[in-house]
């Protein structure tokens, strides 16, 4: 019987299809099987990657070397639309000046709050599960009805916002409408839409993974709120900062929607941002090439500033084992 049971399963491992297996690094036949599933599943995203994602990038790159206007044939020119971009574009360095100002204003204003939020949220206190909803549904609200419902709210005559500020006798500013309110005015609907967003989330779960013990550690040794959020909190939930930090600053610098709904990038070129440039030049100027060298620029100073926190992050990010 055991000579029989071992001759079996000497057949067995020499069947074509165990033979297919073993060539292909699988142990067995079932282990090749699982694995052929595992790719015909992946398959269809991994065709949606290359035909929607990487083959656009690919020809971005192509198509920022080239002179192309959709009509006519892309046009080999080598450099000229970066050279373009960097000395002859009158709005390439204003329109990324202020595609930095409103993210130095909007990244720490909008980490902050969502900060605030989560350790509010993070007390567990009664209701807590209605305001993380309530905090929450701005995110959802689509960048387009955000741009329509704030242009109503701070219409300069009959916006409801001015009418309060008006009657308590504040003044009535021009907010999308005005040169110095325009910027100001984006930012402060971003916080709107994103303060209880997704970083709050991520900043409360963050919150959440703190040992109990080290506060309580830090209470023996007499450390009141702030010290204990200084020196317990912060380096705890350092890797979320900086994940949001990332995100945020690559979020900031893409803005667009609302300017471009809003302001349509005035008046007087205020909210005129970098995205928006690239932008009108592929879909409004129908310079595609010009474009796609505008959009490989923006792509590079993101991949330099992601570069440059995660090298800084080795100074203040903190992690369980080592830093």
């Known amino acids: 019987m055991a000579i029989a049971g071992s001759e ?10 165990a033979r297919v297996a073993r ?4 142990e067995t036949v079932g282990q090749a099987r699982e694995a052929l599933w595992g790719y015909i599943l992946v398959a269809p995203w991994l065709a949606g990657l290359v035909l929607f994602v990487a083959g656009p990038i690919i020809a971005s790159l192509a198509f920022s070397v080239t002179k192309y206007d959709i009509i006519r044939a892309p046009e080999f020119i080598g450099l000229a639309n970066y050279r373009q971009a960097f000395f002859e574009d009158e709005l390439f360095w204003g329109s990324l000046e202020r595609t930095f100002r409103y993210a130095i204003i909007a990244v720490p204003l909008g980490l902050s709050g969502s ?7 993070n007390r567990a206190l009664k209701g807590t599960t209605l305001f993380r909803t309530l905090y929450f549904l701005p995110h959802l609200t689509p960048a387009v009805a955000a741009a329509i419902l704030w242009q109503w709210l701070l219409h300069p005559e009959v916006g409801p916002v001015n009418y309060l500020l008006g009657g308590l006798g504040l003044g009535k500013p021009g907010w999308f409408a005005s040169p110095q309110w325009a910027l100001p005015s ?21 919150l959440q993974g703190v040992p109990q013990e080290l506060y309580d550690a830090a209470e023996v040794d007499g450390a009141g709120a702030w010290s204990k959020f200084r020196n ?3 380096p705890m939930i350092s890797p979320t900062i900086l994940f949001n930090l990332v995100l945020g600053i690559i979020g900031a610098l893409k803005v667009f929607s609302l300017a471009y709904v809003a302001t349509q990038g005035g008046p007087a070129w205020a909210t005129w941002f970098f995205a928006l ?4 030049n592929a879909f409004e100027y129908f310079q595609m090439g010009y474009a796609s060298a505008l959009a490989w620029i923006f792509a590079a100073i993101l991949m330099i500033l992601t570069l440059i926190q995660v ?7 903190y992690y369980a084992g080592g830093r």
Not at 115 to 121: G, I, S
Not at 186 to 205: K, Q, R
């Open 115 to 121: 900060l605030f939020l989560a350790l509010m949220l």
């Open 311 to 317: 090298r800084a992050s080795q100074r203040w990010v």
């Open 8 to 17: 079996a399963s000497r057949s067995a491992l020499n069947t074509p299809g």
């Open 23 to 26: 060539l292909a690094g699988y």
């Open 277 to 280: 440039h690239i932008f009108r």
């Open 232 to 234: 317990v909190t912060v």
């Open 186 to 206: 984006i930012v402060m609907v971003n916080l709107w839409m994103y303060w209880g967003g997704n970083n709050m989330l991520i900043f409360l779960a963050g």
